[in-house]
Nanobody, 123 residues
Framework: HVQLVESGGGSVQAGGSLRLSCEVM????????MAWFRQAPGKEREPVAR???????DYADSVKGRFTISRDRAENMILLQANSLNAEDTAMYYC??????????????????WGQGTQVTVS
């Protein structure tokens, strides 16, 4: 039974930083493609960053240079360091796992398991 639990969201001022965490239970991230998505009110869920089992990383253009995805294999977690936050980053952030070695297209439909989300609000 695969479960994902996000934490680390909150309210920050523009220019601030947050560190989001996603604990994965029931599946090893060593054999998975992991990703962060976000969804703002009234908008579709959009990809933010992903990391493959081999360590290949992709970012959405909107967060390149500001966000960093990483993984803690010992803790079976992935992290998202979000710096230089602005109002456009305000959204619910979701962690997702694709139980496959390869990521494929960076779309939500590729990921079979999701966390409950953690809210990020930038004012």
């Amino acid at each position: 039974h695969v479960q994902l639990v996000e934490s680390g969201g909150g309210s920050v001022q523009a220019g601030g930083s947050l560190r989001l965490s996603c604990e994965v239970m029931g599946y090893s991230i060593r054999a998975a493609c992991m990703a962060w998505f976000r969804q703002a009110p009234g908008k579709e869920r959009e990809p933010v960053a992903r990391i493959s089992s081999a360590g290949d990383i992709d970012y959405a253009d909107s967060v390149k240079g500001r966000f960093t995805i990483s993984r803690d294999r010992a803790e079976n977690m992935i992290l998202l360091q979000a710096n230089s936050l602005n109002a456009e980053d305000t959204a619910m952030y979701y962690c997702a796992i694709r139980t496959d070695l390869h990521c494929g297209n960076f779309t939500a439909t590729r990921f079979g398991f999701w966390g409950q989300g953690t809210q990020v609000t930038v004012s």
